[in-house]
């Protein structure tokens, strides 16, 4: 038998939940047929079968969380599907170590011993102590059962709904952030007198951020903290929030300092659609090289956003509010723009933000 296993869906992606299974132990299938969709925190993912052959068994129920590297499918047939190592009839709980291609070297540095790479990084994400179990695997081995009955156990004495998908990803990356970056925000406001009647500024948003990254290029940038590294970007990539019933996605509008208007405007209606119908690839969701949170949307003026490696700087926007203005010592009414910039001051200085937040502004308050 041979073992289908989780492939790597792409850049972050390390595990995923299973939302639904096309086929059951004894089924014949071809290759190409749709085997099992899973859910990661970017998109729904269809998984096919890599060639001819008859289903032995399939791996976990729906809701399950499975890891990049552990099986999915019990595979029979001619080609090879996935790869076999040692005995996987009992589930990924008793193999040896080098089982998962999924974890990380942190990980097996961390954590404890007795235990496959994969239920030492499930470990890590339900916040269970591997020292205090007691292993009910061969030789004392700490087996996934293990980690989530202690993890059932935890969820039952707080109480509360055990969080999936977007949601889940959303409180790893946060407390990732909490863990590592330097936050400072500023603030400003764009008076838009000079716009008119126009009130929809996610457009010029984007475009006026390509022109503050022109002015200061640092804050479009990757930094690695361990490597004390920094990568500019040529072109601006640029995450935009998106607020759903199923948690906070974002999608990425590709080479904006390059695009015009319109073709923005498209772009950003198309991406927005795609995340709503939960249909966006999941290629889409990675390599922002810089946020825009547009809160203002909803409510608000301003905000400390928070700034998600390995990217060094998020705008967020408020809600536009008519105020008066002093001009030329006389009282007027403008619609302002309150802006919030949150940057990793491990990687910029405060003159670099400030910098790059008045030339943010002075885009802004072009015509």
Not at 274 to 300: H, K
Request: charged share 20%; with cysteine; net charge negative.
């Amino acid at each position: 038998m041979k073992y289908f296993k989780l492939p790597d869906l792409g850049e972050g992606l390390q595990e995923a939940e299973i939302v639904e299974w096309h086929v059951k132990a004894g089924d014949s299938v071809k290759a190409d047929q749709l085997l099992v969709s899973v859910e990661t925190a970017k998109a729904i993912v269809d998984l096919p079968a890599p060639h001819d052959g008859v289903v032995a068994k399939v791996f976990g129920q729906v809701g399950d969380l499975l890891h990049v590297g552990e099986p999915l499918v019990g595979y029979e047939g001619e080609g090879d599907a996935g790869t076999v190592v040692g005995r996987l009839e009992g589930g990924a709980e008793g193999q040896a170590d080098s089982f998962c291609v999924g974890a990380a070297a942190s990980t097996r540095e961390h954590l404890a011993p007795r235990a496959t790479p994969a239920v030492r990084q499930l470990a890590q994400k339900l916040g269970v102590e591997l020292a205090g179990l007691s292993g009910s695997g061969p030789d004392g081995l700490v087996t996934r059962g293990d980690v989530e009955a202690a993890a059932e156990g935890a969820r039952e004495r707080f109480g509360g709904e055990k969080l999936r998908g977007v949601r889940r990803s959303m409180a790893i990356n946060m407390a990732r952030a909490h863990a590592e970056v330097v936050p400072v925000s500023l603030f400003a406001d764009a008076d838009l007198h000079r716009w008119a009647q126009a009130r929809d500024p996610l457009v010029r948003l984007a475009m006026a951020i390509a022109a503050a990254c022109a002015a200061e290029p640092v804050l479009n940038a990757w930094f690695d903290g361990k490597g004390l590294s920094l990568r500019q970007h040529a072109q601006l990539d640029l995450g935009i929030a998106v607020d759903t019933p199923d948690g906070l996605f974002v999608p990425v509008l590709r080479n904006v300092g390059a695009r015009s208007a319109e073709d923005l405007k498209e772009g950003m209606a198309r991406l927005r659609a795609d995340v709503q119908a939960r249909s966006i690839p999941p290629q889409e969701m990675m390599g922002a090289t810089l946020t825009l949170s547009n809160y203002g949307t909803l409510f608000g003026r301003y905000a400390n956003p928070i700034v998600v490696p390995p990217q060094v700087a998020i705008v967020g926007a408020g809600a536009i509010r008519d105020e008066p203005v002093a001009v030329r010592g006389e009282v007027a009414v403008h619609p302002l723009l309150p802006l919030s910039l949150t940057f990793d001051h491990r990687a910029v200085t405060g003159g670099e933000a400030a910098r790059f937040l008045k030339a943010l502004v002075a885009a802004l308050e072009q015509p």
